[in-house]
């Protein structure tokens, strides 16, 4: 089969869009032949060598597949080739403490598809058949694979690690990015008023089109008065943050007392000085939140079918072009998502 390779670490880093062994599933896992898999800011820390586990090369990138079951391992029931689906990219156990409660995003054994085992930037992978999601009729494929990640990362944020309630204020860091316009689509389906942090007249008019009342530009130095003034000084009752660094430092100035900042990512810095004083004053929290349990991909995929939460796709782009939807997320160039297809 087909696959794009990352062969060596680098900004960028080298890839071979090339000829591999068509992989074989073992008892319990499928192979599914990917229609489109997004792509990830978890890919370009991949590619340059930035997360804090070891990795192997070459690998084949992505985790946000998309596609068809094509073959079954012996000991699979519930599936069958032909099923569309979509897949957990945080490859859980199901056994340990975490896994059997419902929080497969806690699992002790996970994998990440697409860094620690090969993913969806080829024509085939094979994943455990517990981390299949159906993908429900009137989904497509490319909007499947733009939301599976990004958006069930958002859900995860919204729903499990904080619960966004009708008529609460919720900012949204990066209202553009993946996780940034599902989240903004989610706190609006969610009943919530959003405000939301963008950097271009086109990026502030996007993040308008899905349902942000508030744009805010984080180039302006005092951008957290901007929040707050808008809701009359009172603050916002949540922040998606998915930014890390000073913005995560500069959020907790947004925030309504008893409000709740939840994050991931951290892209742009792991370490932060944090103000423990107003932060037990206001009775504020601040959470961690990490990947997605198996019924936030199924709300996911159910709200997109329901035309409930649009995906934002940029671009859909070959996959032997794949080396550019890399270089382009890195310059930032994107609004929405990239897609890949084989
Ligand atoms: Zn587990």
New binding site residues.
């Given amino acids: 089969m087909r696959a794009l390779q990352l062969v060596s670490h680098g900004t960028p880093g080298r890839f071979e869009y090339r000829d591999v062994a068509t992989p074989q599933p073992g008892p319990q896992e499928v192979r599914v032949a990917v229609r489109a898999c997004g792509l990830n800011r978890l890919d370009l820390w991949l590619e340059e060598n930035g997360l804090p586990v070891r990795l192997e090369l070459p690998r084949t990138p992505g985790g946000e597949v998309a596609g068809v079951v094509e073959a079954c391992g012996s000991e699979v029931v519930g599936w069958k080739p032909g099923d569309r689906v979509a897949v957990q990219s945080n490859l859980?156990?199901?056994?340990?403490e975490?896994?059997v409660r419902g929080d497969?995003s806690m699992?002790?054994?996970?994998l990440l598809l697409g860094v620690q085992c090969d993913g969806g930037f080829a024509e085939y992978c094979v994943v455990p058949a517990r981390a299949l999601v159906r993908i429900p009729d009137g989904l497509g494929d490319v909007d499947s694979a733009a939301l599976t990640l990004a958006g069930s990362t958002a859900m995860h944020m919204l729903t499990d690690r904080t619960q966004v309630e009708e008529g609460q204020w919720v900012l949204v860091i990066g209202g553009a990015s993946g996780v940034g316009s599902a989240a903004i689509q989610i706190a609006r389906g969610l009943g919530a008023r959003v405000i939301t942090t963008a950097s271009t007249p086109a990026k502030k008019a996007f993040c308008q089109q899905l349902g942000a009342e508030q744009v805010v530009d984080p180039a302006d130095a005092d951008w957290p008065a901007l929040v707050r003034s808008a809701t009359g000084k009172r603050g916002v009752d949540v922040v998606v943050e998915h930014v890390g660094g000073k913005v995560l430092e500069q959020v907790f100035h947004c925030l309504a007392r008893g409000g709740t900042v939840v994050t991931c990512g951290a892209t742009a810095g792991r370490e932060i000085h944090l103000q423990v004083w107003p932060l037990f004053v206001k009775q504020q929290k601040l959470v961690g939140s990490y990947g997605r349990n198996r019924k936030d991909m199924v709300a996911t995929l159910d709200w997109a079918a329901e035309g409930r939460l649009r995906a934002s796709v940029d671009e859909v782009i070959p996959l032997e072009r794949g080396a550019e939807a890399f270089e382009r997320l890195r310059q930032r160039k994107v609004s929405g998502k990239l897609v890949l297809k084989p």
């Fill in positions: 859980y156990c199901g056994v340990c975490f896994c497969e699992c002790l054994n996970s």
